[in-house]
């Protein structure tokens, strides 16, 4: 059995968690990193945030992962290559 992920989030990143969560114009790939992170900050375990927010656990892993190694920047989309949409 994995070992269980345990993220602690402190008072103030909590509040920027939110504050992201409730930007417009959030990447689509973003919100889930960020939901995934706050939930498992929360305790929830890996199997019920996959549950929770329907995708696999290898994302929701993923996720935290990220967040552990690079904090809360790392959880946005990188820039893609190429030519931006039309106006």
């Known amino acids: ?3 269980a992920l345990r993220v602690e989030l402190m008072s103030d990143q909590e509040c920027e968690v939110r504050e992201r969560l409730r930007a417009r114009g959030l990447t689509p790939g973003t919100r889930p990193r960020l939901e995934c992170t706050r939930l ?3 305790g929830l375990t890996v199997p019920k ?5 329907e ?3 290898v994302t929701v892993r993923g996720a935290v992962h990220r967040f552990a190694a690079r904090g ?3 959880l946005t989309d990188a820039p893609r ?3 931006l949409g039309h106006p």
Request: with cysteine; proline share 10%; glycine share 10%.
């Open 1 to 3: 059995m994995p070992k």
């Open 49 to 53: 945030v996959a549950d929770l927010l």
């Open 81 to 83: 290559p190429g030519r």
């Open 72 to 74: 809360l920047d790392a």
């Open 40 to 42: 498992v900050g929360r």
């Open 55 to 57: 995708c696999n656990d």
